[in-house]
């Protein structure tokens, strides 16, 4: 080609300039390469570029605030189970967190203070919308429960935690309910103290949490 022989104005009267390319790596001839300006990027294609602001517009759209919520306890409560233990709510251990993606998974995580009248073992559960969730296996009689300890007769609490990676039916903007309820055998359990309850310096006070963070898949 001549020097100074192709300018911009020839370029420019091309009707249909394309740019070629080899997507291969390999010494294959060029192949026309599609300029594309896609938004969301739904072709999916291996032989096209991608405009600055196609990227940037879908970087931007899949970029996640983390949803998390968590219930913290510091009040007391107290409850008396008989022979058939029984689980009840632990007032003020529940959340509602409502999925931002399809098919996300939840992360539950609880920690809980309690002290119980006589040793005995204190039992926990984690429910999501009324079902019971990360259970033990069955064993002939032996009760069922997400986690739990053996408490003794003190005047400190101890703290059990545990944690379950729920895979719920979820919809998104449908909330879910998380809570986490207690059982013991014919003693009384206190949460968030010890049994004694004439209290000095040395007697703990503690709080209980549940928290639960969607894990988007």
């Known amino acids: 080609i001549k020097d100074a022989n192709v300018t911009k104005a020839k370029i420019e009267d091309v009707a249909d300039y394309k740019v070629l390319g080899n997507v291969s790596g390999a010494a294959a001839a060029p192949a026309?390469?599609?300029?594309?300006?896609?938004?969301?990027?739904t072709s999916d294609s291996d032989t096209a570029l991608a405009t600055q602001q196609s990227i940037k517009a879908y970087v931007d759209s899949i970029s996640?605030?983390?949803?998390?919520?968590?219930?913290?306890?510091?009040?007391?409560?107290?409850?008396?189970?008989?022979?058939?233990?029984?689980?009840?709510?632990?007032p003020g251990l529940q959340v509602s967190i409502t999925p931002k993606s399809a098919n996300s998974k939840m992360l539950v995580e609880s920690s809980i203070s309690a002290s119980i009248s006589a040793p005995s073992a204190i039992l926990f559960r984690l429910v999501r919308d009324g079902t019971d969730i990360g259970l033990g296996d069955v064993d002939q009689t032996a009760?069922?429960?997400?986690?739990?300890?053996?408490?003794?007769?003190?005047?400190?609490?101890?703290?059990?935690?545990?944690?379950?990676?729920?895979?719920?039916?979820?919809v998104v903007g449908t909330p879910i309910v998380y809570k986490v309820q207690c059982?013991?055998?014919?003693?009384?359990?206190?949460?968030?103290?010890?049994?004694?309850?004439n209290y000095t310096v040395t007697y703990a006070r503690s709080i209980s949490t549940l928290t639960v963070t969607e894990i988007p898949q």
Request: glycine content about 8%; cysteine-free.
């Open 183 to 197: 059982t013991a055998l014919n003693n009384t359990v206190l949460i968030n103290r010890g049994v004694a309850s």
């Open 143 to 170: 009760t069922r429960s997400s986690f739990g300890s053996y408490g003794g007769s003190s005047y400190g609490p101890n703290t059990s935690a545990g944690s379950f990676l729920d895979s719920p039916t979820s």
């Open 32 to 41: 026309e390469v599609s300029i594309l300006d896609e938004d969301d990027m």
């Open 64 to 90: 996640y605030t983390p949803n998390i919520v968590q219930a913290v306890k510091s009040d007391v409560s107290a409850f008396t189970n008989g022979t058939a233990m029984t689980f009840v709510d632990i």
